[in-house]
């Protein structure tokens, strides 16, 4: 096989293309959080919490369909930043639960809107259309490779 037919072979990979468009797609989101200190994955893990009294590592993991190992990395600068704490469950010492602090929960007001501005701006480049069209395909996909698990 020569060299142009394996570069051409792995440019049509999709995985590849997935990562490309999630990193093009992140730095936008990125960009928009930035007002309120937040990246798009530290603003998922507030928005997840905040409802709430709390999630175990594990069912915060499967909320985010990351892997707890991932998670525990991103939860460190937040920890940090004094905006999560994670402590022992007191009904399973074993279960470690994250919970947003007063800092924390006082973010997501000001990052929604920056989230919305950064959605807009997405669907305003792809158009409405195409981003209904995308989100749907992604969804199917996702559901799909979720059952092959």
């Known amino acids: 096989m020569s060299k142009s037919l394996a570069a051409q072979e792995i440019a049509n990979c999709t995985c590849l293309r997935l990562?490309?468009?999630?990193?093009?797609?992140?730095?936008?989101y990125d960009r928009m959080l930035?007002?309120?200190?937040?990246?798009?994955?530290?603003?998922?893990?507030?928005?997840?919490l905040y409802a709430g009294e709390g999630l175990s590592i594990g069912d915060l993991?499967?909320?985010?369909d990351t892997d707890p190992t991932t998670l525990t990395r991103n939860l460190k600068p937040l920890i940090e930043r004094q905006l999560?704490?994670?402590?022992?469950d007191a009904d399973d010492r074993r279960r470690r639960v994250v919970e947003l602090t007063?800092?924390?929960?006082?973010?997501l007001p000001i990052?929604?809107?920056?989230?919305r501005k950064a959605q807009a701006h997405v669907a305003k480049l792809l158009g409405e259309s195409e981003t209904a069209r995308l989100n749907a395909v992604l969804d199917r996909s996702l559901?799909?490779?979720?059952e092959e698990l």
């Open 143 to 146: 559901a799909r490779l979720t």
């Open 61 to 64: 993991a499967g909320a985010l």
């Open 19 to 28: 990562r490309r468009i999630a990193r093009r797609v992140t730095q936008i």
């Open 111 to 115: 990052a929604h809107p920056l989230w």
């Open 34 to 48: 930035e007002p309120a200190g937040l990246t798009l994955a530290q603003f998922s893990l507030i928005a997840h």
């Open 102 to 107: 007063p800092a924390g929960k006082a973010l």
């Open 84 to 88: 999560l704490k994670v402590h022992q």
